[in-house]
């Protein structure tokens, strides 16, 4: 490594000489040391001029909050589905128990997994291949996917909340999924030192997971007694009824056909064809994370079809991070003026983004309103139903601007009737396999 040069004594005076020589420098450092970056390098004229008025509003009640967990893709896929349960019995307001999916997400996985690294260890995989250690290192997180909550939701159905309720580990993941993940590494260990064994190892992982995931987050019911008052005082009995059973009768909205549209800004991921990530997935046998490319604007336009025809939330995928005013609950592209505070120009577009590890999906969150001008065509803003709390935004729902859409939102999941003939046919070709640590697979946490 001789050719990486250490900074010496000259550079380093000549660095504090331009940095004294500008009085700008010294203003910016006096600001942020005393107030931090996100205030000094607030837009007040933007912030105050996004305003929180809507002409399509979809009404999903209170807020969710996830605590400290990653499962903000099984809260807004949830959140979807309790607005088409809520219509469907007539309730003001109702919560799936968001802990039933993740028991059942975390133990299909654990299957998932010990299957796939056995698949591979038997193939020959080297354990200090680079697709091995990403595997090992990413195994056990919280984040997911619309289609791995679809698979949990046809296999598994759902429950209200009061059936399963939140525990400690649920709402701090942290601990647990530290235990189940040094139990996974344990098992390849194992696997890899005494390959005869493999299906042995795997047989007892698994039961070791399922034991480890009851303690934690307790017992999910089989079935159970259900009763509700609706939002007009009248009392109905369904009697005893499985999750299944119920998903399949109070939300029967279509949801398991959904597709996910991506944008993928990269050049040479053509539009209009279908991507998949390698080893991506949580229910072995379940539907493959698939997306169909489109272009953002399409995104746009069946968001704003299903908001304003259908009147239901659109779950999507976005980088939540930049640009973002969390107690104000806003996002957009000049939200804040972080180039003029450091006098750099941040001039990467999405796709040098997503390139060079800039951006990448990592939360996921549901639309339930649009604004759109008197002529109908061009959309100014965007409501967003998130899962962090009443106590942020305003109560807990956020406003985006449309720019923000077009540069960090990647995801969102739609009707497949909703596609034009020619991306149906894309959808039954094959699709362009990307490799497991691509960033079209990182997971909404």
Same mark, same amino acid.
């Given at each position: 490594?001789?050719?990486?040069?250490?900074?010496?004594?000259?550079?380093?005076?000549?660095?504090?000489?331009?940095?004294?020589?500008?009085?700008?420098?010294?203003?910016?450092?006096?600001?942020?040391?005393?107030?931090?970056?996100?205030?000094?390098?607030?837009?007040y =004229?933007? !912030?105050? &001029? /996004?305003?929180?008025?809507?002409? @399509?509003?979809?009404?999903?009640?209170?807020?969710?909050? %996830? +605590?400290?967990?990653?499962?903000c893709?099984?809260?807004?896929?949830?959140?979807?589905?309790?607005?088409?349960?809520?219509?469907?019995?007539?309730?003001?307001?109702?919560?799936?128990?968001?802990?039933?999916?993740?028991?059942?997400?975390?133990?299909?996985?654990?299957?998932?997994?010990?299957? =796939?690294m !056995?698949? &591979? /260890?038997?193939?020959?995989?080297? @354990?200090?291949?680079?697709?091995?250690?990403?595997?090992? %290192? +990413?195994?056990?997180?919280?984040?997911?996917?619309?289609?791995?909550?679809?698979?949990?939701?046809?296999?598994?159905?759902?429950?209200?909340?009061?059936?399963y309720?939140?525990?400690?580990?649920?709402?701090?993941?942290?601990?647990?999924?530290?235990?189940?993940?040094?139990?996974?590494?344990?098992?390849? !260990?194992?696997?890899?030192?005494?390959p005869?064994?493999?299906?042995?190892?795997?047989?007892?992982?698994?039961?070791?997971g399922?034991?480890?995931?009851?303690?934690?987050?307790?017992?999910?019911?089989?079935?159970?007694?259900?009763?509700?008052?609706?939002?007009d005082?009248?009392?109905?009995?369904?009697?005893?009824?499985?999750?299944?059973?119920?998903?399949?009768?109070?939300?029967?909205?279509?949801?398991?056909?959904?597709?996910?549209?991506?944008?993928?800004p990269?050049?040479?991921?053509?539009?209009?064809?279908?991507?998949?990530?390698?080893?991506?997935?949580?229910?072995?046998?379940?539907?493959?994370?698939?997306?169909?490319?489109?272009?953002?604007?399409?995104?746009?336009?069946c968001?704003?079809?299903?908001?304003?025809?259908?009147?239901?939330?659109?779950?999507?995928?976005?980088?939540?991070?930049?640009?973002?005013?969390?107690?104000?609950?806003?996002?957009?592209?000049?939200?804040?003026e972080?180039?003029?505070?450091?006098?750099?120009?941040?001039?990467?577009?999405?796709?040098?983004?997503?390139?060079?590890?800039?951006s990448?999906?990592?939360?996921?969150?549901?639309?339930?309103?649009?604004?759109?001008?008197?002529?109908?065509?061009?959309?100014?803003?965007?409501?967003?139903?998130?899962?962090?709390?009443?106590?942020?935004?305003?109560?807990?729902?956020?406003?985006?601007?449309?720019?923000?859409?077009?540069?960090?939102?990647?995801?969102?999941?739609?009707?497949?009737?909703?596609?034009?003939?020619?991306?149906?046919?894309?959808?039954?070709?094959p699709?362009?396999?990307?490799?497991?640590?691509?960033?079209?697979?990182?997971?909404?946490?």
């Amino acid at each position: 490594m001789t050719d990486i040069t250490p900074l010496d004594d000259q550079t380093l005076d000549a660095l504090r000489n331009d940095f004294s020589s500008d009085e700008k420098n010294r203003l910016a450092m006096n600001a942020v040391t005393a107030a931090g970056i996100e205030k000094v390098a607030r837009n007040y =004229d933007r !912030a105050r &001029l /996004l305003q929180r008025r809507f002409s @399509v509003s979809v009404d999903n009640g209170e807020v969710t909050h %996830q +605590d400290r967990s990653g499962r903000c893709w099984l809260f807004s896929s949830l959140n979807v589905a309790r607005f088409v349960a809520k219509r469907a019995m007539g309730l003001k307001e109702f919560e799936f128990s968001q802990n039933y999916a993740m028991y059942y997400d975390k133990l299909e996985r654990v299957n998932y997994f010990l299957k =796939d690294m !056995a698949a &591979l /260890l038997r193939a020959g995989e080297a @354990v200090d291949s680079r697709l091995t250690q990403h595997l090992l %290192q +990413d195994v056990m997180g919280d984040g997911g996917q619309w289609t791995m909550a679809m698979n949990i939701y046809k296999k598994y159905g759902a429950v209200p909340k009061d059936f399963y309720p939140e525990t400690e580990s649920s709402k701090n993941t942290r601990e647990m999924n530290v235990q189940l993940r040094s139990l996974l590494h344990t098992a390849v !260990a194992h696997m890899a030192a005494e390959p005869d064994r493999i299906d042995d190892i795997v047989r007892e992982t698994t039961a070791a997971g399922h034991r480890m995931l009851t303690i934690h987050l307790g017992e999910p019911p089989k079935s159970f007694d259900w009763e509700w008052t609706d939002k007009d005082g009248e009392f109905h009995r369904d009697g005893e009824i499985t999750p299944v059973e119920f998903w399949k009768k109070y939300v029967d909205a279509g949801l398991e056909d959904y597709v996910c549209l991506v944008d993928d800004p990269r050049a040479e991921h053509p539009k209009g064809k279908k991507i998949a990530i390698e080893h991506l997935g949580n229910v072995a046998g379940g539907d493959p994370t698939e997306y169909l490319n489109v272009p953002n604007q399409f995104m746009k336009d069946c968001v704003r079809t299903i908001l304003s025809e259908q009147g239901i939330p659109v779950w999507f995928g976005a980088d939540c991070h930049p640009m973002m005013d969390r107690e104000a609950g806003a996002w957009a592209t000049d939200l804040f003026e972080y180039g003029h505070v450091y006098g750099v120009d941040f001039d990467l577009d999405k796709e040098a983004r997503v390139r060079f590890a800039d951006s990448a999906m990592n939360h996921a969150m549901a639309f339930v309103g649009v604004d759109v001008d008197d002529d109908g065509k061009t959309t100014r803003r965007w409501r967003v139903e998130n899962s962090w709390g009443s106590k942020i935004a305003d109560k807990g729902y956020f406003t985006m601007s449309d720019d923000w859409f077009s540069e960090f939102v990647y995801e969102v999941a739609v009707p497949k009737s909703m596609l034009p003939a020619e991306y149906q046919q894309a959808l039954s070709e094959p699709a362009i396999n990307l490799p497991a640590w691509d960033p079209m697979g990182a997971l909404a946490k």
